[in-house]
């Protein structure tokens, strides 16, 4: 059981918009900032989103980040074959005392 | 180039130890928290322990699935980061990746390709 939920898969079609949330507490989404990764077959996870809005380096701005309270959501909108992957949203958490995983979403494109 | 490489994964019985080993390049170490996640097959992406940077005493974390039988060290001189794994349990089994914690970005912008850890009699 992950601290973060995730819905564990999402699907759109070619050149679609998918949105995943990210559901947590205040003593993690709510009061740290939130970062997403992309983790294609057989790979090590990639950074994609830090500070909950903010985009890495080289990553297409097809990819978004966003956050309201507790909830953070990624959306990718013009959905490619290639975006076929599974996708993780992190945070701290300061009960914890320990960073925070959610559980992972998988991403079908029809 | 920046690069992580992870080494030291095998077969290991319940209760037994093993050592991993992360040798970094094209940064220097000690600027940088650097962290443990772990990733069981078929599952998600767990946190499992930090070494802060020198700025902050390299100062270790644990999650607490594993707090009293791993350790987090490093060795700024061979720009390498170790996890000792003590006491290992069936569920440890999974890939073991080492990651650099940016503070710029305050998130892991640098992984390295993981090795794999198998615990089983």
């Known amino acids: 059981q992950s601290v973060l939920t995730q819905p564990p898969s999402v699907s759109a079609a070619p050149g679609q918009t998918v949105t995943i949330s990210c559901s947590g507490r205040?003593?993690?989404?709510?009061?740290?900032?939130v970062s997403w990764y992309q983790q294609l077959p057989g790979t090590a996870p990639k950074l994609l989103i830090y500070?909950?809005?903010k985009r890495a380096s080289g990553i297409p701005d097809r990819f978004s980040g966003s956050k309201s309270g507790t909830s953070a959501t990624l959306g990718i909108t013009g959905l490619q074959t290639g975006d076929e992957a599974d996708y993780y949203c992190?945070?701290?958490?300061?009960?914890?005392?320990?960073?925070?995983f959610g559980g992972g979403t998988k991403v079908t494109v029809l | 180039e920046e690069q992580l490489v992870e080494s030291g994964g095998g077969l290991v019985q319940p209760g037994g130890s093993l050592r991993l080993s992360c040798a970094a390049s094209?940064?220097?170490?000690?600027?940088?928290?650097m962290d443990w996640v772990r990733q069981a097959p078929g599952k998600g992406l767990e946190w499992v322990a930090r070494?802060?940077?020198?700025?902050?005493?390299?100062?270790?974390q644990y999650a607490a699935s594993v707090q009293g039988r791993f350790i987090i060290s490093r060795d700024v001189s061979r720009s390498s980061l170790y996890l000792q794994m003590n006491s290992l349990k069936i569920e440890d089994t999974a890939v073991y990746y080492c990651?650099?914690?940016?503070?710029?970005?305050?998130?892991?912008?640098?992984w390295g390709q993981g090795t794999m850890v198998t615990v089983s009699s």
């Open positions: 070494s802060r940077n020198k700025a902050n005493g390299y100062v270790s």
């Open positions: 094209g940064f220097t170490l000690s600027d940088h928290y």
């Open positions: 500070d909950n809005y």
């Open positions: 205040t003593s993690n989404v709510g009061d740290n900032f």
């Open positions: 992190e945070s701290w958490d300061n009960s914890l005392n320990a960073e925070v």
């Open positions: 990651i650099r914690d940016e503070a710029s970005l305050g998130a892991y912008d640098l």
